[in-house]
């Protein structure tokens, strides 16, 4: 089928987003030395097991055997025992061990195999590349951020959101919906600066103008104070762009000299075989102020504003994903052109059934 039919009569919060990227599923901290955690990505179950030397790796988390989860076993060495029968598989994936087979019959009897993903661990985040094995070193690792950067300070976020994932997208690229923040950012409003797209991205860039005087604290120490003129078009302080290269997003704010001064990474990633919910891994990294201990005063008031924001943001997607639920699909009436683009780009990308 041409692509523009498929677009017509799909429903985007149907679509599956594409396995053949590296997608975060744990943060690092998550999973001590010698232990195993389960994750979902989408409808696919997978166990990561940190031996107590060595990297992560990540099994389909059903033992060979009898599919009992193989997160709920024990690391020994570099293999996981699964709890049931206590066969062991290694990170290749192969079953190493048939514990009350004989030695003779235990080497006829391990043929038996899980399947295991590529994993990688970066920025603080565990990925594994759920797709097609062999596409793995070939598409690019994100970049993550400025989580390696000294300049910047990184806070990391990871709300789990009841809703698809491509809720998520369209929330932070329309940024006209300033209006439901209005408690914590005061009265501002999003002026539209211009977008661009391409074979796998969509762009557009933001100021804001502030139409109260109030101005949040947690701005105000970041960006300095801002002036509030009823009668002059406020000049443009910074610049927020935000860009899904997909599948996942990014915005950037740039001041007025065109230095960066805050940038986020974000991936919602599926986590559970409805499609109905995701998890998001954020970064969000700021630029370090002149003054060396300002950042650490500003942190948790940053943290506090942040939250708020987003607890705000999920509370209204899910809210959305209720609706389609309840009316059996997707009834848009979408007027915004970047965000018909961003939801053609999530469409072309992702796996239509
Ligand atoms: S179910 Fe895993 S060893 Fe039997
Ligand atoms: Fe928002």
């Given at each position: 089928?041409?692509?523009?039919?498929?677009?017509?009569?799909?429903?985007?919060?149907?679509?599956?987003?594409?396995?053949?990227?590296?997608?975060?599923?744990?943060?690092?901290?998550?999973?001590?030395?010698?232990?195993?955690?389960?994750?979902?990505?989408?409808?696919?179950?997978?166990?990561?097991?940190?031996?107590?030397?060595g990297p992560v790796f990540a099994l389909e988390n059903r033992c060979a055997h009898r599919q009992v989860p193989l997160s709920k076993g024990t690391v020994e060495g570099d293999s996981v025992k699964c709890c049931y029968h206590g066969w062991a598989y290694g990170r290749t994936g192969k079953c190493l061990d048939i514990p009350y087979l004989g030695k003779d019959e235990n080497r006829e009897k391990i043929i038996n195999r899980v399947r295991s993903y590529p994993c990688r661990e970066a920025g603080g985040m565990i990925f594994v590349f759920p797709g097609d094995p062999e596409k793995a070193d070939k598409v690019p690792f994100p970049q993550l951020a400025q989580v390696n950067?000294?300049?910047?300070?990184?806070?990391?976020?990871?709300?789990?959101?009841?809703?698809?994932?491509?809720?998520?997208?369209?929330?932070?690229?329309?940024?006209?919906?300033?209006?439901?923040?209005?408690?914590?950012?005061?009265?501002?409003?999003?002026?539209?600066?211009?977008?661009?797209?391409?074979?796998?991205?969509?762009?557009?860039?933001?100021?804001?103008?502030?139409?109260?005087?109030?101005?949040?604290?947690?701005?105000?120490?970041?960006?300095?104070?801002?002036?509030?003129?009823?009668?002059?078009?406020?000049?443009?302080?910074?610049?927020?762009?935000?860009?899904?290269?997909?599948?996942?997003?990014?915005?950037?704010?740039?001041?007025?000299?065109?230095?960066?001064?805050?940038?986020?990474?974000?991936?919602?990633?599926?986590?559970?075989?409805?499609?109905?919910?995701?998890?998001?891994?954020?970064?969000?990294?700021?630029?370090?102020?002149?003054?060396?201990?300002?950042?650490?005063?500003?942190?948790?008031?940053?943290?506090?504003?942040?939250?708020?924001?987003?607890?705000?943001?999920?509370?209204?997607?899910?809210?959305?994903?209720?609706?389609?639920?309840?009316?059996?699909?997707?009834?848009?009436?979408?007027?915004?052109?970047?965000?018909?683009?961003?939801?053609?780009?999530?469409?072309?990308?992702?796996?239509?059934?």
């Amino acid at each position: 089928m041409h692509r523009l039919d498929i677009k017509q009569k799909t429903d985007i919060r149907l679509v599956d987003i594409s396995p053949d990227f590296w997608y975060p599923i744990a943060w690092s901290k998550e999973l001590r030395r010698g232990k195993t955690i389960g994750r979902y990505f989408g409808r696919q179950s997978i166990a990561l097991i940190r031996p107590k030397r060595g990297p992560v790796f990540a099994l389909e988390n059903r033992c060979a055997h009898r599919q009992v989860p193989l997160s709920k076993g024990t690391v020994e060495g570099d293999s996981v025992k699964c709890c049931y029968h206590g066969w062991a598989y290694g990170r290749t994936g192969k079953c190493l061990d048939i514990p009350y087979l004989g030695k003779d019959e235990n080497r006829e009897k391990i043929i038996n195999r899980v399947r295991s993903y590529p994993c990688r661990e970066a920025g603080g985040m565990i990925f594994v590349f759920p797709g097609d094995p062999e596409k793995a070193d070939k598409v690019p690792f994100p970049q993550l951020a400025q989580v390696n950067n000294p300049a910047f300070k990184t806070r990391q976020f990871n709300p789990s959101v009841k809703c698809h994932y491509t809720f998520m997208h369209e929330n932070l690229m329309d940024m006209n919906h300033q209006f439901l923040h209005r408690r914590q950012m005061g009265q501002i409003r999003a002026r539209y600066l211009g977008g661009e797209t391409g074979e796998d991205f969509v762009e557009a860039r933001y100021s804001f103008a502030r139409t109260g005087t109030q101005q949040p604290l947690a701005e105000r120490l970041i960006f300095g104070k801002h002036t509030y003129d009823p009668n002059k078009i406020q000049p443009v302080e910074e610049v927020v762009t935000i860009r899904t290269t997909y599948p996942y997003q990014r915005l950037f704010i740039h001041d007025k000299d065109g230095d960066l001064v805050m940038e986020l990474f974000a991936a919602y990633v599926p986590n559970s075989p409805s499609g109905k919910s995701c998890q998001t891994f954020g970064l969000l990294s700021v630029l370090r102020p002149q003054t060396p201990l300002l950042i650490d005063i500003i942190w948790p008031v940053l943290g506090i504003f942040t939250n708020r924001i987003f607890q705000e943001d999920k509370e209204v997607v899910e809210m959305e994903q209720r609706a389609w639920n309840e009316l059996g699909g997707d009834r848009n009436r979408e007027v915004f052109p970047i965000v018909n683009k961003l939801r053609d780009l999530l469409i072309n990308n992702g796996i239509t059934h």
